[in-house]
C-alpha cells in the first residue's frame, strides 16, 4: 500500500504558467517536506512542515509556496514556472520528533515536472 | 558549512562486492542513512546507523564510524537490479537530513 503519495506522476506546464503539486500520506507523520531534485543532484529542500509549522529553507525561491491545510495533505505551488524549475518534486514524510530515536524519511515516488 | 562526499559514479561486476564511501562534516548528528534511488524515481530507505559498527541486511551492509565522519555502504552478489545511484544522508542535530550528491553504480555482466 502507497504510504506517500504524489500526484501527478509527470506534469507539463507553460512557461508562467501556475501550477500545483499534491502529496499525500496515510503514515500520520508530523513532518513533511518538499524537495527538488535535478538530474545527478542531490535532493534540495525547499520547505518542510513540524505539523502546521511552516520551515522555509533561506534560498527557497519565493516563487514557490506551500500549503498544509491538515496531516495527511501538502502542496507545493509555483506561481510562475520557469524553465530552471523543471525537475523532479519529491514529497516526504517522517515521523520525527525531538523525543524519536531516529526516523527515516519516506518519499513519495514524485512527480516530475516539465516546462515548456 | 555541511557537507557530503561520495564518490559520482562507481562500476562493478554482476556477482562481485562493492564498497560505496561516504564522508561528511555535519552540525550535529543524530545518524546516518543510505538510500537507493533508480533513475526517474524517488528514493528508497535502505540502512541507518547512529552508532559505530556494521549493520547488515540481507546483501546490503552499512559501516558507521562517528569518529572519522565515515560511513560506507556494502553490497554483495551484486545483482544487474542494483544498478541506481546510492545517496548518503546525515541528520543533524536539527533533525534535517543533509543529503550527498549520490554514487551512480553501473553494473556490467
Known amino acids: 500500500d502507497a504510504m506517500v503519495i504524489q500526484n501527478p506522476r509527470y506534469q507539463v506546464t507553460q512557461f508562467g504558467k501556475p501550477v500545483t503539486l499534491s502529496c499525500s500520506q496515510t503514515?500520520?507523520?508530523?513532518?513533511m517536506y518538499w524537495y527538488q531534485q535535478k538530474s545527478s543532484q542531490a535532493p534540495k529542500l525547499l520547505f518542510h512542515y513540524y505539523d502546521k509549522d511552516f520551515n522555509n529553507e533561506a534560498d527557497t525561491p519565493d516563487n514557490f509556496q506551500s500549503r498544509r491545510p491538515n496531516t495527511s495533505f501538502c502542496f507545493l505551488d509555483i506561481r510562475s514556472p520557469g524553465l530552471g524549475d523543471a525537475a523532479m518534486y519529491l514529497c516526504?514524510?517522517?515521523?520525527?520528533?525531538?523525543?524519536?530515536?531516529?526516523?527515516?524519511?519516506?518519499f513519495g515516488q514524485g512527480t516530475r515536472l516539465t516546462v515548456v | 558549512g555541511q557537507n557530503i562526499d561520495q564518490p559520482t559514479e562507481m562500476t562493478a561486476t554482476e556477482g562481485a562486492i562493492v564498497q560505496i564511501n561516504c564522508t561528511y562534516q555535519t552540525s550535529g548528528f543524530n545518524g546516518l542513512f543510505w538510500y537507493q534511488q533508480h533513475a526517474g524515481e524517488a528514493p528508497t530507505f535502505l540502512s541507518y546507523n547512529v552508532l559505530d559498527g556494521l549493520e547488515e541486511k540481507g546483501r546490503f551492509s552499512s559501516f558507521l564510524s562517528r569518529s572519522k565522519g565515515y560511513s560506507y555502504l556494502l553490497l554483495k552478489e551484486l545483482q544487474m537490479k542494483d544498478s541506481a545511484s546510492y545517496l548518503c544522508?546525515?541528520?543533524?542535530?536539527?533533525?534535517?537530513?543533509?543529503w550527498g550528491a549520490g554514487t551512480k553504480l553501473i553494473i556490467k555482466p
Open positions: 503514515l500520520n507523520h508530523n513532518v
Open positions: 544522508a546525515v541528520m543533524d542535530s536539527n533533525y534535517q537530513l543533509i
Open positions: 516526504a514524510t517522517s515521523g520525527g520528533t525531538a523525543d524519536v530515536e531516529h526516523t527515516e524519511a519516506f
